[in-house]
């Protein structure tokens, strides 16, 4: 039986340039209706441990989360999957500094930018300012990185920046790191206090 992860390898392989069959097929067999844009696997995994928190079966909803591989895609995803390919409703989460190139590719797409949400730097930035750099320091010696983490602090390219930027960029100097702890940051959230931009993707969909 096709799932959520079939319609997501079609899409990549459609993106990639390969045939759209696949993908339209699946919309029908899933009963799809929107289709959340994210830059890369980091943020996916936030939005899958924030559904789980939330009771949310977003694939039940007709909802699918895919990761576009970098921001320079979104105008091709928003193509493929927005009004001139599969039709679905578009929402996701853009970086402030990426907000008018999004722009831009949506309305080269026909898709409203609306359901796109704003954040500052990236997600991993919200959720570090949503929980304090104190507890994702916690979050680092639970997690057994402690050792890495006093290593990058004493890089002098690190010295003398805030905590909440020494954080960010330790979360991205491993390979699937990122994706680790866009999974725990979200996972340690206090209910009352998810990043807005997440909590209106939410409740957007």
């Known amino acids: 039986m096709a ?5 997501r390898d079609a899409v990549s392989r459609w993106a990639a340039g390969g045939p759209g069959g696949p993908a339209s097929d699946l919309v029908g067999q899933l009963g799809l209706r929107t289709a959340v844009l ?4 980091s943020d996916l995994a936030a939005i899958e441990a924030l559904a789980t928190r939330r009771g949310r079966d ?4 007709g909802v699918c989360v895919v990761s576009m591989g970098g921001a320079m895609s979104v105008g091709h995803y928003a193509g493929l999957l ?14 402030e500094r990426e907000q008018r190139f ?7 797409a026909r898709a409203p930018h609306r359901g796109f949400f704003v954040c500052v730097a990236d997600l991993e930035d919200e959720l570090i300012r949503a929980l ?3 507890r994702v320091e ?3 010696r639970t997690e057994g990185d402690l050792r890495a983490w006093q290593t990058f602090l004493h ?18 100097t491993k390979k699937g790191r990122k994706i680790r702890y866009g999974h725990l940051l979200v996972e340690n959230l206090d209910p009352g206090h998810v990043p807005a931009p997440l909590d209106d993707l939410f409740a957007s969909l």
């Open 3 to 7: 799932d959520m992860s079939a319609f």
């Open 38 to 41: 994210l830059e890369g696997p």
């Open 58 to 61: 977003l694939a039940a909803e």
């Open 82 to 95: 927005g009004p001139p390919g599969l039709g679905l409703h578009l929402r996701g989460l853009c970086d």
């Open 102 to 108: 999004y722009e831009r590719g949506l309305k080269r």
């Open 132 to 134: 304090g750099t104190a």
């Open 138 to 140: 916690e979050i680092i």
């Open 155 to 172: 890089q002098p390219a690190h010295h003398g920046r805030p905590r909440q930027q020494q954080l960010r960029r330790f979360l991205g």
